[in-house]
């Protein structure tokens, strides 16, 4: 089956979407393309959760890593202190499910130290766990970049050796992605939330392995009891539209029955399992929702 794109296209260009790069595939074919610009390696800001959420897939396999692992049970700093308020734990006491899940009990996402953006500690675990919760974790979502943040730390420090590297020879080199590109921070963490540089052609390869359940040319590259697991819903999401449908383990739900990776500026990976089909679009637009409208209304409805 092939996917006209006219339509998305046309109404893409009359609602001002600046989308880049648009990859569909179908019953693992191609199902249609379209470019505006060459299809570059370009940053997919917190799509790279969900990359990160893999390595996890994988610590768990190899019994480095439980989802009731807390924090306190691999970093110990000075500077962590109980609450506020009474009858709230520790940041110590946060697990690994509630970072994955962002049910970590901040009101405010915790990544950065002041009001400008700049974080003044350039140890980012001992920042995070310096400071205190404002309710007890696992009760409400709040989106935070901080979470993922410590999950790659957690990853880190379980298998030795950094979320980018632990991921090239299990992921990347098996889809085809070479000399990948991912931030770190100032003590050589991988950023985990961001920093993750790959085109939207091999972003569109991982959505295929998510579809395929971890398995890539007959190896199973990730367990499929983790896929099964993290794209599913585990909280909900207090949003309208595609943010409201709740959230995995470093993946949003999505109408449709389907679910996705976003990252600003409207970097999208959308699996529709009960079409068998993966839609993958770079972009350089804030209006995501919009983006995923036009998605829904001309791509959605060809996909049979």
């Known amino acids: 089956m092939t996917i006209d794109l006219t339509g998305f296209v046309q109404q893409a260009k009359e609602n001002k979407l600046h989308v880049c790069s648009v990859r569909i595939l179908q019953g693992g074919k191609p199902a249609g393309d379209w470019d505006l610009t060459k299809d570059e390696r370009r940053l997919q800001h917190s799509v790279s959760k969900s990359f990160t959420s893999m390595a996890v897939g994988l610590a768990l396999e190899e019994g ?7 924090l306190g049970e691999i970093f110990s700093y000075s500077t962590t202190h109980k609450s506020k308020y009474p009858n709230i734990p520790s940041p110590e006491e946060i697990t690994l499910y509630e970072l994955l899940t962002m049910s970590t009990g901040h009101d405010n996402p915790p990544l950065w130290a002041n009001e400008r953006g700049t974080l003044l500690e350039k140890d980012w675990a001992k ?21 993922t943040f410590m999950i790659s730390a957690l990853v880190q420090a379980a298998v030795g050796e950094t979320v980018r590297d632990y991921l090239v020879p299990r992921l990347f080199i098996p889809l085809g992605i070479y000399d990948v590109k991912w931030d770190s921070s100032p003590l050589g963490v991988t950023l985990g939330c961001t920093g993750l540089r790959i085109s939207n052609e091999e972003l569109a390869r991982f959505g295929q392995l998510l579809l395929n359940k971890g398995i890539w040319n ?7 009891s983790w896929i099964n697991y993290a794209t599913r819903k585990h909280i909900n999401t207090p949003a309208e539209g595609d943010w409201g449908v709740g959230y995995g383990c470093q993946f949003w739900m999505c109408t449709h029955g389907a679910y996705r ?23 350089e637009e804030n209006n995501i929702q ?3 409208d036009v998605m829904w209304s001309e791509l959605y409805p060809q996909l049979g």
Do not use: W
């Not at 920042?127 to 979470?147: I, K, M, N, V």
């Not at 007959?218 to 499929?224: A, H």
């Not at 990776?261 to 972009?283: C, H, R, Y």
């Open 127 to 147: 920042h995070y766990l310096s400071l205190p919760l404002d309710r007890a974790p696992g009760e409400q979502f709040t989106y935070s970049s901080g979470d």
């Open 261 to 283: 990776a976003d990252g600003a500026f409207g970097q999208l990976l959308v699996i529709i399992p009960d079409k068998e089909a993966v839609i993958a679009i770079n972009s």
């Open 218 to 224: 007959g190896e199973q590259l990730i367990p499929e």
């Open 290 to 292: 919009g983006i995923m």
């Open 64 to 70: 480095k890593l439980s989802l009731e692992t807390k």
